[in-house]
């Protein structure tokens, strides 16, 4: 960071965590006794596809290497404003490895030069009342927030914000509550 950076007010960039992902598990078990939230098993990797060959190329190795365990076969799809999911999912529910998945994703993405192109990941959860709950993991700021849609384009702010106040000390939590971004219809969700 220079001189005019500092002047201007301008910082760096925070360099995201990949391996803060590791910690759902954990913060899982605090959902599960607390909420009797349970992991689905299901997660996704959301990034902006450039075109080009270089990255197809990375595509499918991703997707090779996620394919090779035997489990369910990862799925591609496309939201509606162009961004890219990979999702992973497990059966029986397997949350370290959806957890292991989506490091894989995350890492060679980055290796490639891809990190940029990066949005976020998420690891979806169910309620005793059928609630959806999902973690996301912002990768630009290396933060996660909990994200609780309702049905339509409703959120339960409440269930987000007791989400966040159990699992302060467990998870790097994202305090800026304006980046707590909706992620309607998210695949994987």
């Known amino acids: ?6 002047v201007l007010g301008r910082r760096k960039p925070v360099r995201p965590n990949l391996d803060a992902l590791f910690a759902l598990p954990s913060a899982a078990l605090t959902l599960q006794a ?21 990255f197809a190329d990375v595509e499918a190795e991703v997707r090779q290497l996620l394919d090779a365990d035997g489990g369910p076969p990862v799925e591609v799809a496309t939201d509606d404003f162009g961004f890219t999911w990979l999702v992973v999912r497990t059966e029986p529910v397997d949350l370290p ?11 060679t993405l980055v290796e490639a030069g891809f990190g940029p192109q990066l949005l976020c990941s998420q690891a979806s959860f169910t309620g005793p009342d059928a609630g959806t709950l999902a973690l996301v993991y912002l990768y630009k700021r290396g933060t996660f927030y909990p994200f609780a849609p309702t049905g339509g ?14 699992l302060a000390g467990e998870l790097p939590l994202e305090q800026d509550l304006s980046r707590w ?9």
């Open 34 to 54: 607390s909420l009797d939230m349970q992991p689905t098993g299901r997660g996704s990797v959301a990034f902006r596809a450039p075109e080009g060959r270089a």
């Open 181 to 189: 971004f909706a992620i309607w219809g998210a695949p994987g969700l």
């Open 97 to 107: 490895a959806v957890v292991t998945d989506l490091h894989a994703v995350n890492t």
């Open 1 to 6: 960071m220079g001189f005019m950076d500092a």
């Open 153 to 166: 384009e409703q959120r339960d702010n409440i269930l987000e914000l007791r989400v966040r106040d159990l």
